[in-house]
Structures are given as structure tokens and as C-alpha cells.
């Protein structure tokens, strides 16, 4: 079934695929009920590469091109969510998509849960100094979206790597808010300087 999943992702467009555990992270999801999440212990993470052109386009500020790009983005990772659940669920097996982007709470900033966590353990990447997921061939230009199942899938492993001595992010962050760990990274600066965008 691993794979019959891997290809319906792709076919519809999807950069990236991977499944790991997550009943750990459960206690974690902070608008999700545990009755909801209750026996879904494993996430099949789904990931989409943003386009460099776009990308390229955002000098001072998230652009109205970007703005689309990232709508049509989170569309397509909810519209294969839903494919992947529904594949899941037509083999008697429970599945919950969960929103590319929805913020659940604008005063923290959080979401259902978070998808960089599920693609880690799905080995999609590591969590870089600029708190994001970072894929090894598209780094931090990919967007996310989590299935979670209690399907047993073949699982992947996680990525053993880090940024190393890349401090790209660092020299490139207009508020200084990236520090050397991810962990030391300045929640309250970056999203600031969001409300200024």
C-alpha cells in the first residue's frame, strides 16, 4: 500500500513522500482532540516544492504572485491529503487529513499540528536553523501537508544530516531572528516582522 500511496501523491503533483511514527508527537497537536487522533499513529507526510521564480520575485516582501502560489500550493497538497485518506480509508483503515496551512490559534501561531515534525519522522528532511523543515534537494522551498492513519505503512527514516557550516538563512534574515541551533531561533522578531508584511 506504501506504494500505491507514493504514486498517487506524485501523480498529482507532490515534490516529496514519506511515512513515520508519530504517536509521540500526538500529545503535541494542539487543536486536535486526543479522541480524534486516538490509535492514528503514523503520518503519511506529503511536501511540494515552492517555485524558485516566485521565489526570486520576493525582494522586500511577500508578493501578490507569491501570495497565489503559495494559496495554489497549499491547494494541492489538501486536494492529495484528501486523495490519500480516502485511498486509506476504502482499504477499512481510519485517516485524517490535516490542512496545509490553517492557523488555529493567531496568537500563538499554531496550527493542527505541526507538519514539519510528521516530516521529519517521515524522512523528508531535518529541522534547519531557520526552524524549518529543509529537504535534501529542495532545502526550505517546500510546503507541507500530513495524513495521519493508523494504517501500518512501510516507514522511512529519518534524515541524518543538518545544516552544517551553511548559514545562509542567518546572513539572510532581515531581523537576526535565526541563531546558530534551530532551537535558538527568535519566534517573537520573525513574526513581527511578518505583521509588517
Known sequence: MYTELKNLA???GVSAFGVGNIEDLRTR???LPADQTDGLSFAVSIGVQVSDSVLEGIIIGPTRHYLHHYKMLNLLLDQTALKIALAI???GYNALPIPASQIVDWEKQTAHMSHKMAAVRAGLGWIGRNNLLVHPDLGS???LATVLT???LEMDSPVERDCSGC???IEACPV???GETHEQWD????LEKLKYF
Open 10 to 12: 506524485i501523480s498529482s
Open 29 to 31: 497537536f494542539e487543536a
Open 89 to 91: 480509508q476504502g482499504r
Open 141 to 143: 522551498k517546500i510546503r
Open 150 to 152: 493508523d494504517m501500518p
Open 167 to 169: 548559514k545562509r538563512c
Open 176 to 178: 537576526s531572528a535565526i
Open 187 to 190: 519566534k517573537t522578531a520573525c
